[in-house]
């Protein structure tokens, strides 16, 4: 059983940052591929970022170059520095384990935390 909480979130204006944390519970994280989502209202829910247990990343080209996502094993917490926000970046994000089958699926996410950004 994984718990995954996310932190971080809130409102900021457009050219700011936000770095969202997201707290894992359970033993198995360090050797989990991990990924954070984004969902915002009437769109669909896109993959942000993934970082696999050896430090490997993936970007969705929305964010490449302003996102980082990072994770840090001894803190069982994974995190995304977001920096040069725009609207459009405003959704809930929430972060997810993730196994690859030629796919990403998710087995566990959490509750997500709200990210707004004004123009």
């Known amino acids: 059983q994984v718990q995954l909480v996310e932190s971080g979130g809130g409102l900021v204006q457009a050219g700011g940052s936000l770095r969202l944390s997201c707290a894992a519970s359970?033993?198995?994280?360090?050797?989990?591929?991990m990924g954070w989502y984004r969902q915002a209202p009437g769109k669909q829910r896109e993959l942000v970022a993934t970082?696999?247990?050896?430090?490997?990343?993936t970007y969705a080209d929305s964010v490449k170059g302003r996102v980082t996502i990072s994770r840090d094993n001894a803190k069982n917490t994974l995190y995304l520095q977001m920096n040069s926000l725009k609207p459009e970046d405003t959704a809930l994000y929430y972060c997810?384990?993730?196994?690859?089958?030629?796919?990403?699926?998710?087995?566990?996410w959490g509750q997500g935390t709200q990210v707004t950004v004004s123009s």
């Open positions: 359970g033993s198995i994280f360090s050797i989990s591929t």
């Open positions: 970082i696999t247990s050896g430090g490997r990343t």
């Open positions: 997810a384990r993730l196994t690859y089958s030629g796919i990403y699926l998710t087995d566990y």
